[in-house]
């Protein structure tokens, strides 16, 4: 008798602790969904590795064109002003078109929308620095100062990075430290403009892209 009452006692602790440690699994699980719920609607997470590649590419397809510019074995309008103007607008269009394009299609696979209260703010905290920076570099190109405009821009891009970077993936913080740390260099070595702004735009782009694909976008895919 006394040999059943502890066996039941012994068994009734069990299923306590087994019914306990389920409801203890279903809170975590809760919790885990609540924080990936609000991280959803307070951080930008739409954004794509791709964007990065295909950023990096097209400054570097970019570079290669204002190098010839340069050397004079190729103008558009005649004028070297004039043509490095052009080139920068088709390469952010382009840029800008297919990195757009890559999150879509993110967002879309994660069944997320893209368009967002706090994609409003990232754009706003974003634009803020660069409007500024294309301000002081249209003031460097009026003054003549046309050598600090690479450095000005990596500079003021890795700013907007910085202060953009607080509603997305924190990497983006890195790469504009990076952006900053090469603009910097730029101003220094200022005759070696552009290959720093390749190295920026370009090369830093594509190692953030590909980073960001195998940490993020490849996870996402998985979880989808």
């Not at 009734?12 to 699994?25: Q, W």
């Amino acid at each position: 008798m006394a040999f059943f009452c502890i066996y039941c006692k012994i068994k009734k602790f069990v299923f306590t602790l087994y019914f306990k440690v389920d409801i203890m699994d279903t809170n975590l699980e809760d919790i885990k969904h609540i924080r990936s719920m609000m991280e959803r609607s307070s951080k930008f997470l739409s954004l794509s590795g791709m964007s990065g590649v295909s950023a990096g590419f097209f400054a570097l397809v970019g570079a290669g064109i204002g190098h010839l510019i340069l050397k004079g074995e190729l103008s558009i309008t005649g004028v070297q002003l004039y043509d490095f103007i052009i080139l920068a607008i088709v390469t952010l269009i382009l840029a800008t078109s297919v990195g757009f394009f890559f999150c879509m299609r993110k967002a879309k696979k994660s069944g997320a929308k893209l368009w967002m209260p706090v994609t409003q703010q990232i754009i706003k905290d974003f634009s803020v620095p660069m409007i500024i920076g294309g301000i002081f570099c249209i003031i460097l190109i009026y003054q003549q100062a046309t050598q600090m405009v690479a450095p000005s821009m990596l500079i003021f891009y890795g700013l907007a990075l910085i202060n953009a970077g607080s509603r997305t993936y924190r990497d983006i913080r890195i790469l504009g430290a990076c952006e900053i740390l090469l603009g910097l260099a730029a101003g220094i070595f200022v005759c070696n403009g552009l290959l720093f702004w390749a190295i920026g735009f370009g090369v830093l782009h594509i190692v953030y892209g590909i980073i960001i694909y195998y940490k993020y976008d490849m996870k996402s895919v998985k979880n989808g």
